[in-house]
């Protein structure tokens, strides 16, 4: 499912319009990454939760050369879902 699609779904099922789905979607978007910026969590009862987490630096191995190289530490976002989309 694309964006598009994404909102047609949200329209249908709110008895929205398209231009409000959309509006109501980037403004989710919008909201989720200013607070995952600033390393706030974001938990949704039921869908899941959004959290910002630290991966260590870490040896890796270049596939084609079999050379050892560093990864360097960085921040990723993590996805766990709740007990009702599991």
């Not at 598009?4 to 980037?26: F, M, P, R, W, Y």
């Not at 039921?46 to 630290?54: A, K, M, R, S």
């Amino acid at each position: 499912m694309n964006k598009n699609e994404l909102i047609s779904a949200i329209a249908e099922n709110a008895g929205l319009t398209k231009v409000d789905a959309k509006k109501a979607l980037d403004g989710f978007i919008n909201v989720t990454t200013e607070a995952l910026k600033k390393g706030d969590k974001i938990a949704l009862i039921g869908f899941g939760t959004f959290d910002v987490v630290e991966r260590q630096a870490r040896v890796g191995l270049n596939p084609k050369t079999k050379e050892k190289i560093q990864i360097p530490a960085k921040k990723v976002i993590k996805f766990k879902p709740g007990a009702d989309l599991k």
